[in-house]
């Protein structure tokens, strides 16, 4: 590795690997860490092969450029065809520091608002980059053809978007995501069409193989016909995602999960900031037990929308229609004079939990709670007429009649938080690479920008970033210090992680107990719904680190996973998932219970100033990294707890200040 | 309310398949259909017995993941909805459904509904993107695009990839996929150097796959969940008899 | 001429021969059909017109581009129909028809009938003028090889077994005319929303003449309005 970089000392409280910040003013940084880096010789780069987990934002664009670059390289992906990673779900758009609509925008500028958005909590010279390179990403992705809004002029459309007072939002209908994945996707496709890149599509990565210190492949299995085996390589990148499907219902795409990056957790990569995840306040409210997923609902339903719930409990099961306005508490609106309904994120889901924990929720009572409150339209449709409000709105609300069977026009919408993505992730210095040498991560995988809270539009900006402008030249520095090649799956560390997979799967389809993997799932998500949410206590955070390893260790007694390992076998790849997030939900819990501040999307209770989270900066001005103790490759199967040592990175803020959110 | 359901079974590529019947006493009208899998798979499950294996991932109408026959029609009867958001007070207590993968033969089947579409793919890689290597773009409005191009771009760059235009079509035609993958290019500034050998290829690759040929019945365009249009076929045949009889062969000619 | 080859090997290039040689066919049905409204106008005129076809040019060239444009076509689509058989070699147990109609889905019925009604009448009325040939006629005339074409018309047509057929096939030529003049452009490359609704109202119209002057040439004669 290159030391030459290594220009800022790293504080005496952080024990682990250097985290590599660049010196200097945070406005040339990194330019001038481009240039320090190391090449690789254009007729060498063949020589490096390079593993990229997930096809996502930010797996894709890594993959495509790294292929374009010359790199051999392997992409994974436990979706048919790589085109269907979650990234493509996302609605809103993606920021970036064009300032083309002349509105005081500018790097500077997103990178303060990022900073602060954060609360404080992610690395000011990583965020300087992101908002730096957020530029190109728009650049590139409108010369592959993605196809943003325009406006008559024919330039590029821009909106404000979560709060913001600029417009630096760029959006493809409410399909921004799906159509920036396309873009990525195209440029894969096309590297896969020139042989750079080899895709492995239906293939889940089960384990990362370290060799004398250094990530040097993965174990996957072949969803198709359950076939074990491994790939070797100089370096792997993970673009795996986030963990929001531990709470069981979540925003995510049904086959996000925690497994990859919680594999390479056990294998040595230090976990960070696992208790930050962010809950989306308008999402359409559980309707029975049956409920599978959740779906989010545009936040921009907020600008006309007014959220109100009964102030009477025994009004919550009446038609909305027959309840009096006297008898309607706008809370948002009480609570937050000057945001109103357009509080934050974080705060507006807070105050829908508390109005139905208080017994006021409206809509079906699922097992004997109404979590749910009105999102209504009614003065918006009397304000603007029922044509504005159809045109700004109207496939929003299509949308939601297809689900719900209720016209927004008629009656109003019911909206309830759920969890929609996740700042936490694999601790990566300023390189983004891990503490493996040779394991990169990037995207929602990471935890590097977004801090306690991501704002909206970012998280597409933060994937693309990664993958197309900050990867391929932190690889190269890393390869470009390695001698490639030299190394086979015959080594005994690809046989042993190999073997453990196989042993997994053998126990997981031998158990043959009583209970769904689903049923698990279910019970974990819901507790960890409970008490590490939207709000979190002390108290609950020691009742479900005591519960979950006995729900884990019943997993592993009782859990009836049908069919072989040498099919497509759904089940079973539930199963691998679940119980990996049943050993996840253990250190998010304890980060959250050790993190006793609120900040951002942590809140907890015991901290707060009438209900506005209290930040403690003076003791929490850290990122918190933890290292996995127990045995390396093999499941923790038993009720024994994860006892992970906690490593504290410090967070210095030279250009933004603490300041507290007040949104009164 | 309660379903019966005949779903085709299949335990592998080359296994032989059949239609397994299943009853579905306790659907709520509020459920997704892919919920009523998901229960009867946890019934299933308990007993022992294989799930019906059915693809699925983000449930919102945009991964593109899911996608089967209900009744003969792709992805049920509602008009401009997956199966994921296709809900269950669409039927009616008592319904008989017949629940069948994608045929084709460029998509065997994989497991019950589950079929492979990396057919698709391949389409793109013949010719489905625009070559621009990372870092090389122009600053993003040096190209002013038409706003109307911009918009009709869009409508065919909807396409999620599902498969349903195939497995409605009588001919198993990849027509609409390919040629919505040409408009949304093609419609574009960004797209035109590369325009015709695009449309060639892309239309060598999908014959190549073993897809049968669009005779305009307009039968995928109406399963569409995005509604992307069949006009877009039209303009992928002109664009190919351009480009293979009225043009010269080194126009246009990309990185092999 | 390998481009050329490409070209029709690919669905989209066969498509397209089969559109432009189904547009000669439907140019030909047309002006056959107004050449035999003659009828009307009794036997001098007919005649007269029948031996201004027998003009060696006129005749050969009509030949030429006619039974070309004939095998062209029925060559590309049994070529077309054998893909699409290999594209779905299992077929649902069930199937509901969304947007396609009686029209496109009996293409491949009409076609053929189509093909038999063209060689049947081919043999009806054509081949009996080469001497030694096939002739299906119950008395047919001719002079100097130039067929007396008013009286060989009027004597098939007067049988209702003929007439009823020619009906009938007439009937299966429409079907087949109006989804193929449609489709045809769309194959072609007609894109527009307005000009396709143009095109299906002049595909209607086209197919309205065609079949309706045929059959009221047909009807003409079995029912003795024309001798």
């Not at chain 1, 490096?48 to 997930?54: A, E, F, L, M």
């Not at chain 1, 470009?480 to 190394?487: D, M, Q, T, V």
């Not at chain 3, 559109?19 to 002006?31: D, I, K, P, S």
Request: hydrophobic share 40%; proline share 4%; glycine share 10%.
């Amino acid at each position: 590795m290159s030391q030459n970089h290594e220009t800022t000392e790293t504080p005496a409280a952080w024990d682990g690997p250097a985290y590599k910040l660049p010196e200097g003013p945070i406005q040339t940084a990194w330019t001038e860490r481009k240039f320090s880096m190391k090449l690789v010789n254009p007729a060498n780069r063949r020589k490096y092969t390079v593993i990229i987990v997930g096809s996502g934002l930010a797996g894709a664009s890594a993959a495509a450029t790294l292929g374009e670059l010359g790199y051999n390289v392997h992409c994974f992906c436990f979706q048919d065809t790589p085109r269907r990673a979650h990234s493509i779900a996302a609605q809103g758009g993606v920021n970036a520091a064009k300032n083309y609509q002349n509105d005081g925008d500018s790097v500077y500028r997103l990178f303060y608002d990022t900073v602060k958005g954060g609360d404080f909590r992610s690395r000011e010279a990583n965020v300087y980059r992101l908002a730096e390179v957020s530029v190109n990403i728009i650049d590139q992705a409108v010369a592959q053809g993605v196809p943003f809004a325009r406006e008559y002029g024919g330039l590029l459309a821009n909106r404000s978007f979560g709060g913001a007072q600029v417009s630096r939002t760029f959006y493809a209908r409410g399909q921004t995501g799906q159509q920036l994945l396309l873009g990525a996707y195209s440029a894969l496709e096309r590297q896969i069409a020139r042989g750079t890149v080899k895709m492995h599509p239906r293939t889940e990565m089960l384990d990362l193989v370290v060799v004398d210190g250094r990530a040097r492949g993965i174990t996957v299995r072949d969803l198709e016909t359950g076939k074990v085996s491994s790939y070797v390589a100089d370096a792997v990148a993970l673009g795996t995602g986030g963990y929001a499907n531990v709470f069981y219902l979540s925003t995510n795409a049904k086959g996000c999960n925690v497994t990859s990056t919680w594999r390479a957790h056990k294998r040595g990569a230090w976990f960070a900031n696992p208790c930050f995840t962010q809950i989306h306040p308008t999402c359409i409210p559980v309707a029975g037990s049956y409920q599978s997923k959740l779906t989010l609902m545009s936040e921009s339903l907020r600008n006309d929308g007014r959220v109100w719930v009964p102030k009477n409990p025994d009004n919550c099961g009446r038609h909305p229609g027959e309840i009096a306005e006297a008898d309607r508490d706008y809370y948002l609106e009480r609570k937050y004079p000057s945001f109103g309904n357009l509080s934050p994120r974080d705060i507006a889901s807070r105050a829908a939990k508390e109005a139905c924990d208080d017994g006021r929720g409206v809509g079906p009572s699922v097992e004997g709670v109404r979590r749910g409150v009105y999102l209504d339209f009614a003065d918006a449709v009397k304000r603007l007429g029922k044509p504005a409000v159809s045109e700004k709105y109207g496939n929003l609300f299509e949308m939601y009649q297809r689900i719900t069977g209720e016209d927004p026009y008629e009656v109003p919408m019911r909206m309830y938080p759920a969890p929609h993505y996740t700042m936490g992730g694999l601790w990566v210095d300023y390189q983004l690479q891990s503490t493996i040498p040779g394991l990169f991560v990037i995207g929602e995988a990471n935890f590097s920008d977004h801090g306690a809270n991501r704002l909206g539009a970012s998280a597409l900006m933060q994937g693309l970033a990664d993958g197309y402008f900050v990867l391929p030249f932190t690889l190269a520095d890393y390869l470009a210090g390695i001698k490639p090649g030299n190394l086979d799956t015959t080594h005994a560390a690809f046989k042993d992680a190999e073997r453990e997979v196989a042993a997994k799967t053998d126990k997981l389809l031998s158990i043959k107990g009583k209970r769904t993997v689903d049923s698990f799932h279910r019970e974990l998500g819901l507790m960890m719904w409970d008490t590490c949410g939207m709000a979190r206590t002390h108290e609950g955070l020691t009742a479900t680190l005591k519960r979950i390893p006995e729900l884990r260790e019943e997993f592993w007694k009782n859990v009836t996973v049908a069919g072989s390992g040498a099919e497509l076998n759904q089940s079973l790849e539930k199963a691998g998932r679940v119980a990996d997030f049943l050993e996840f939900a253990e250190t998010m819990c304890l980060d959250a219970r050790t993190r006793a501040e609120s900040c951002g999307g942590h809140f907890r209770t015991e901290y707060q100033d009438e209900g506005e989270a209290k930040r403690n900066d003076a003791e929490y001005s850290h990122a918190s990294a933890w290292e996995y103790t127990g045995s390396n490759g093999a499941p923790n199967a038993g009720g024994s707890q994860n006892t992970p040592n906690l490593h504290k990175e410090p967070l210095v803020f030279n250009y933004v200040h603490f300041a507290t959110r007040s949104y009164k | 309310m309660r379903i019966k359901l005949h779903v085709w079974r299949q335990s592998g590529r080359d296994a032989k398949g059949d239609f397994e019947t299943h009853e579905c006493p306790d659907v709520s009208e509020h459920m997704s259909f892919l919920e009523m899998l998901d229960v009867l798979n946890e019934r299933l499950e308990s007993a022992g017995k294989a799930p019906i294996a059915f693809e699925h991932d983000c449930r919102e109408g945009i991964c593109g993941s899911c996608g089967f026959m209900i009744n003969g029609q792709a992805h049920g009867p509602q008009p401009r909805t997956t199966v994921c958001q296709l809900h269950m007070r669409t039927f009616k207590d008592g319904d008989e459904l017949t629940l069948e993968p994608w045929r084709a033969k460029a998509f065997p089947v994989v497991r019950d509904l589950v079929v492979d579409r990396s057919a698709f793919d391949r389409i793109i890689q013949a010719g489905g993107y625009i070559s621009t290597n990372t870092g090389s773009a122009p600053e993003a409005n040096s190209v002013p695009v038409r706003k109307d191009s911009a918009d009709k771009s869009f409508d065919a760059a909807a396409c999620i990839g599902c498969g349903a235009c195939v497995a409605m079509c009588p001919n198993a035609s990849a027509s609409l996929f390919t040629a919505a993958k040409l408009a949304h290019m093609n419609l574009l500034p960004q797209g035109q150097p590369e325009r015709l050998v695009r449309g060639e290829r892309m239309v060598v690759a999908m014959d190549v796959e073993g897809f049968g040929h669009c005779t305009n019945h307009s039968d995928c365009e109406a399963v569409c969940p995005k509604g992307i249009s069949v006009t877009n076929i039209a303009m992928m045949n002109r664009g190919f008899v351009e480009a293979t009889l009225f043009s010269s062969p080194r126009e246009g000619s990309t990185e092999d | 001429m390998n481009f050329l080859l490409s070209f029709w090997r690919s669905t989209v290039g066969t498509k397209v021969v089969v559109a432009v040689t189904g547009l000669l066919l439907l140019g030909f049905t047309l002006f056959h059909m107004i050449g035999n409204l003659q009828v009307f106008s009794g036997p001098e005129e007919m005649d007269s017109y029948g031996a201004f076809l027998h003009k060696p040019e006129i005749l050969w060239g009509g030949r030429a581009v006619v039974g070309t444009s004939m095998v062209l076509h029925v060559w590309g689509t049994m070529k077309l129909v054998r893909q699409t058989a290999a594209a779905r070699p299992e077929g649902y147990r069930k199937w509901t028809a969304q947007a396609s109609t009686f029209y496109s889905r009996t293409m491949k019925f009409t076609g053929p009938i189509v093909l038999i009604y063209f060689v049947v009448h081919l043999l009806n009325l054509t081949t009996g003028a080469e001497p030694g040939h096939i002739a299906l006629h119950p008395n047919y005339l001719q002079t100097n090889g130039v067929p007396k074409a008013f009286e060989n018309l009027t004597a098939l047509l007067s049988n209702p077994l003929w007439a009823s057929f020619y009906i009938v096939a007439n009937l299966a030529l429409g079907v087949h005319l109006f989804h193929g003049a449609y489709s045809m452009c769309k194959t072609l490359g007609l894109s527009g929303q307005r000009q396709l609704r143009l095109a299906r109202v002049i595909a209607a119209a086209l197919t309205f003449t065609v079949v309706g002057g045929n059959i009221a040439i047909t009807l003409a004669c079995v029912l003795q309005l024309v001798k």
